[in-house]
């Protein structure tokens, strides 16, 4: 956790920018203390779109962060300036995460923190991002992409996504969505999730499933089948399923795997509560099976991951008081 800095220069955009301090700029010591402290970054006065901002300290200062957020780019085509390149990969060879929203990837991709990794961007800049750095494996079509210090995401709504995992990350899906709810976002959609459905959204008050959702959300201790969710709609099954994958880009049996995976984190991280009851609560029936289904969609066991998520971890949560202050 500890400090967040955001670097800020001419030629960035303004939407991530804001977004990153909105979630971790605004004091919610309230749900979770201590909370991130942020500074803003940059040559003094800078202009970012149709606004001027006056930074908090230099970019030198990136080096002495604990993770920083590059928002995006505004034009792919100009490369990004040599002092922020600098900038940001000092601080990731000084240990800091660097995470970046939407086009920042070209910033990352710039200072060499993509090599070899895999990366993603908005699907409209995806081909330029790999065409000019053929060293990066960029995939287009998720919503963001995590490899431990660097992570990347793709356009505004997938930017929120990603702030709100690193959330995750630092404080547990418990405190991750009440950020959410705070904000109004979905708390959760996985980084793999395809970045936009060719089917438009339904509006939300001609949404079918607008009731089903917390419906079933309320229930996930029911062994409830794709029958019953196409009855609590009065529709098909056949036609439940295309109405869910154009509203989630996925089916309903996936979508329920999801969410049950989601409570199970949630009382890992919150409860004592044995495996066996978590499989109970979650409907998985058995701890067995709820082992055999977190494994492969989290990556490790349910055990693993309360243990990884109840430790202490020193130097995390205190920020370093050295940064933004003068030399």
């Known amino acids: 956790m500890g400090t967040v800095a955001i670097p800020v220069t001419d030629g960035m955009l303004h939407f991530e920018l804001s977004l990153a301090y909105e979630v971790f700029g605004s004091d919610l010591s309230h749900i ?55 900038a940001v990969r000092a601080a ?60 990347t995401s793709a356009g505004k709504a997938a930017a929120m996504d990603l702030c709100l995992h690193l959330v995750r990350l630092d404080h547990g899906s418990a405190i991750a969505n009440t950020v959410a709810r705070r904000l109004v976002v979905p708390p959760h959609r996985a980084g793999g999730q395809a970045q936009f459905v060719s089917s438009p959204v339904p509006a939300q008050e001609n949404h079918p499933l607008a009731e089903l959702f917390p419906w079933a959300i309320e229930r996930l201790d029911h062994p409830l089948t794709v029958e019953d969710l196409a009855r609590q709609v009065t529709m098909s099954s056949r036609n439940l399923g295309r109405h869910f994958r154009s509203v989630t880009g996925t089916t309903p049996l996936q979508w329920l795997l999801t969410q049950r995976i989601r409570r199970a984190q949630e009382l890992l991280e919150t409860t004592d509560d044995s495996v066996d009851a978590i499989a109970e609560a979650t409907g998985m029936g058995t701890a067995t099976t709820l082992r055999r289904h977190f494994n492969r969609t989290v990556g490790v066991p349910p055990d693993t991951y309360r243990r990884t998520f109840r430790s202490s971890r020193p130097g995390l949560g205190s920020p370093r008081p050295d940064v933004g202050a003068p030399r």
């Open 32 to 86: 979770a203390d201590p909370w991130y402290r942020v500074v803003t970054c940059g040559p003094g006065v800078i202009r970012v779109g149709r606004f001027r901002l006056e930074s908090d300290c230099g970019l030198d200062q990136l080096s002495r962060a604990d993770t920083v957020i590059v928002p995006a780019w505004a034009d792919v085509d100009q490369d990004p300036p040599a002092e922020l390149v600098d």
């Open 92 to 151: 990731h060879e000084a240990g800091a995460r660097v995470a970046a929203l939407c086009t920042g990837a070209f910033v990352l991709a710039a200072a060499g923190l993509l090599d070899g990794r895999r990366a993603t961007t908005h699907w409209a800049h995806a081909q330029v991002l790999a065409t000019r750095y053929p060293r990066v494996e960029v995939d287009p079509d998720v919503l963001y992409v995590d490899n431990g210090s660097v992570l």
